[in-house]
């Protein structure tokens, strides 16, 4: 109960710290979620929509991706931008793009498995009467993705979800430096280490809650669009 | 003009078509029918383009148009859509909407439509466009005798405008001698027989 009360007293007191991280997060967040889903929905879709040779083999490969440990992904990411690395010029490293950059990593494969299945198993009859009517490739796509868009928003929360509780990749390219790269996650992670476990319990309620009201907003959007 | 030669399909060692020769001649109207299971579907969806076959050669028109046993209603009006990828044609959707009964419905959410009122708008989408191959798998199967009457019509204004060939599958002898002028009897998946009506 502590650390409800915490955790309101935190959002109520406007910390000024708090409002810092939120803001990290729902930066890291909305560009990881939108860069992944610009990428995975449509390639998703496509990879459901059409029979070519090695499919069974990508899917897999897509599959074993939408697994990979956050910190491998931290890695990767880390040592393509260290300052030894092929991207070391580009002084990324320990900044929120190179957060953005190691989510992206594990979150299109999520979002391109997810909408690979969802298209293969529900978008049959959309397929078969749009290639009827001689539509082409790029507006089968599109029609797929506006048909089952009320499906689509749970891979879409589903890759929200995994950004923003996302701690291992995060920590690693992005350092956890206050005022600049510490998100949610990696305060609570930091806290938990000091042995504040009430405040760290907080801020993930104060996590919770963001992530409910972006939940119910997305969810909102799409019924609103739905109904008119 | 529409040939098969040596055609077969095989789904889990089960030959669902097995066709060694086909000619459908251009302007021919071909009705295919049989029992569930013999193949009708499957032929219909090798000439779509829609399924490969295991082996043999298919020679079709590129410009083909089909329209599935299930057609699927996209959101949206009933005039939106039979417009979809064809938004300059809205006098001609506006025509066959006339003709097969729907006009009533144009502006209704075709997600709210029956399925005969469905099947009926799904015909409307495809004779909205013009195609050198009609492929048409069981057009009436949800419709009344007026529905199915209205279809001939609109089938047989279609075709004079076109005059492109059309294959298309039903249970109903009456429609298929009204639509077409051969037909082919298809039992487990080979060409049972095969005559003008």
């Known amino acids: 109960m502590d650390s409800i009360k915490q955790a309101f007293d935190l959002l109520f007191s406007l910390d000024k710290e708090l409002f810092q991280i939120l803001g990290v997060t729902l930066r890291m967040s909305f560009f990881s979620t939108s860069i992944s889903c610009l990428v995975g929905l449509p390639l998703g879709t496509l990879i459901g929509t059409r029979q070519f040779r090695g499919k069974s083999f990508l899917k897999k490969l897509i599959h074993t991706c939408m697994g990979l440990p956050p910190v491998v992904a931290g890695l990767l990411v880390y040592m393509l931008f260290t300052h030894y690395g092929p991207f070391g010029r580009l002084n990324l490293l320990f900044t929120v793009t190179a957060m953005v950059i190691a989510q992206c990593v594990l979150i299109i494969p999520l979002v391109t498995g997810l909408t690979a299945s969802f298209v293969e198993s529900e978008s049959r009859p959309i397929i078969e009467t749009a290639r009827g009517l001689g539509l082409s490739d790029a507006r089968i796509i599109l029609l797929c993705l506006s048909e089952g868009r009320a499906s689509l928003l749970s891979v879409v929360l589903n890759a929200f979800g995994r950004s923003i509780a996302e701690v291992g990749a995060v920590s690693i390219v992005g350092g956890n430096i206050q005022w600049k790269t510490r998100v949610m996650t990696t305060a609570i992670m930091l806290e938990t280490n000091k042995g504040k476990f009430s405040f760290a319990l907080a801020l993930g309620i104060v996590l919770l809650i963001l992530a409910f009201i972006v ?8 019924k609103e669009r739905a109904d008119g | 003009m529409v040939e098969l030669r040596s055609v077969k399909k095989v789904y889990k060692d089960r030959t669902v078509l097995d066709v060694p020769q086909l000619r459908i001649q251009h302007g021919e109207s071909v009705a295919l029918t049989g029992a569930n299971g013999s193949g009708k579907t499957t032929l219909l969806r090798i000439l779509a383009r829609l399924l490969r076959a295991d082996s043999g050669t298919v020679t079709a028109p590129q410009d083909v148009l089909y329209l599935p046993q299930h057609p699927y209603a996209f959101r949206g009006t009933v005039l939106d859509n039979v417009l979809i990828g064809a938004k300059d044609r809205r006098e ?13 419905l144009a502006a209704k959410p075709a997600q709210s439509l029956s399925g005969g009122e469905l099947q009926k708008l799904a015909l409307c989408r495809v004779l909205i466009r013009p195609c050198a191959l009609l492929l048409l798998d069981e057009p009436t199967a949800a419709l009344d005798t007026n529905g199915t009457r209205l279809v001939c019509d609109a089938l047989a204004r279609y075709k004079a405008q076109t005059d492109c060939t059309v294959v298309l599958s039903t249970h109903a002898p009456q429609f298929a001698a009204k639509a077409a002028e051969r037909l082919i009897v298809l039992c487990d998946g080979r060409i049972e027989s095969d005559g003008s009506i």
Do not use: K
């Open chain 1, 215 to 222: 939940n119910a907003a997305a969810s909102w959007i799409v």
């Open chain 2, 92 to 104: 001609q959707a506006l025509a066959l909407l006339e003709t097969l009964e729907l006009s009533a």
